[in-house]
């Protein structure tokens, strides 16, 4: 079983920037990928960022591509979200969330295919 705990979450002005961290643990695999979703209020869940780490392979959602960038500490198996240039848009819950695949894959933007997920964290953008 991996266990998934983000934090970081807060409140930030629009134009700010904020980091949020998920730090797994348990059976992890050197070729699962990471991913990051958000779930804003009575809308779906939506993909914004993936990792693979087997090959470094990334993936954004067009909404936060060249704001927002996922990487890795794997030292501390630590997933990280940079969110930069922040908008009220982007306010939602944030989600980590994790699968086993194959190395060759590119992370997944459906999440149905995640199978594990952390509590998640708040992120507030005012105005």
């Known amino acids: 079983q991996v266990q998934l705990v983000e934090s970081g979450g807060g409140l930030v002005q629009a134009g700010g920037s904020l980091r949020v961290s998920c730090a797994a643990s348990g059976r992890t695999s050197s070729s699962a990928v990471m991913g990051w979703f958000r779930q804003a209020q009575e809308k779906e869940r939506e993909f914004v960022a993936g990792f693979r780490r087997s090959g470094d392979s990334t993936r954004y959602a067009t909404s936060v591509k060249g704001r927002f960038t996922i990487s890795i500490d794997n030292a501390k198996n630590t997933v990280y979200l940079q969110m930069n240039n922040l908008k009220p848009e982007d306010t939602a819950t944030y989600y980590c969330?994790?699968?086993?695949?194959?190395?060759?894959?590119?992370?997944?933007?459906?999440?149905?295919?995640?199978?594990?997920w952390g509590q998640g964290t708040q992120v507030t953008v005012s105005s």
């Open positions: 969330a994790a699968y086993p695949a194959a190395g060759w894959e590119i992370p997944s933007r459906a999440v149905n295919n995640y199978i594990y």
